[in-house]
């Protein structure tokens, strides 16, 4: 029912299983015993699928447990990704825009710079300003494929008026009020 042939688990050059075989008949109950570190939950993990075996193959019934991506797997994981980036960034730059907002007005008595923000927040969504453009096409598509999850960060911050100011703001407060928490600054 169960087969475990020369089954090796290496994190790095850790050899955490090295060349384990056994079967498992229908019907039968066995277990694995050692010490603690000697590799019983590594090697549970590799039979079950959760870690991918270095070396060796694991059967069930005959059949391979190695996992199997096709082309559609990786596609919609990689759509949902952007999906889920798009999302993300929508709301934490309008969230931003609002807090920026009024506290500039209710606290500062300014007025909050609306027009180069929402500039600033179309480009930095769409990805204009660095050569981006194909991403909102390949977002629609996303959403029109059902994608539901998104896993992408592409490593880069879009400096925008909202931070600049804000932090500015801050450090001028931090002088004015140096007898105030950076908390209470903020």
């Known amino acids: 029912m169960l087969e475990v042939d020369a089954v090796t688990m290496r994190f790095g050059g850790i050899v ?10 229908r019907g039968r109950i066995d277990s694995i015993i050692g010490p603690n570190g000697a590799g019983k ?26 996992r199997r991506y096709g082309a559609g797997v990786a596609i919609r994981a ?25 506290d ?14 929402l500039k600033t927040l179309g480009s930095s969504i769409v990805g204009t300003r660095h050569g981006w453009g194909w991403l909102v096409p390949l977002v629609g598509f996303a959403v029109g494929s059902g994608a539901h999850q998104v896993l992408w960060f592409n490593g880069r911050r879009t400096p925008d008026l909202v931070a600049r100011y804000g932090i500015s703001r801050t450090f001028q407060n931090i002088r004015l ?10």
């Open 78 to 102: 990689l759509l949902t990704g952007l999906v889920t980036a798009f999302g993300v960034t929508v709301a934490f730059h309008v969230s931003a825009l609002w807090v920026a907002a009024i």
């Open 104 to 117: 500039g007005h209710m606290v500062y008595g300014q007025p909050f710079p609306w027009l180069e923000s």
């Open 41 to 66: 939950t590594t090697l549970f993990n590799a039979v079950t699928g959760i870690y991918e075996p270095t070396e060796g193959h694991v059967r069930f019934e005959g059949h391979s447990m190695r």
């Open 16 to 25: 955490a299983n090295e060349q384990v075989s056994f079967r498992v008949e």
């Open 177 to 186: 009020f140096g007898d105030m928490s950076l908390r209470e600054n903020v």
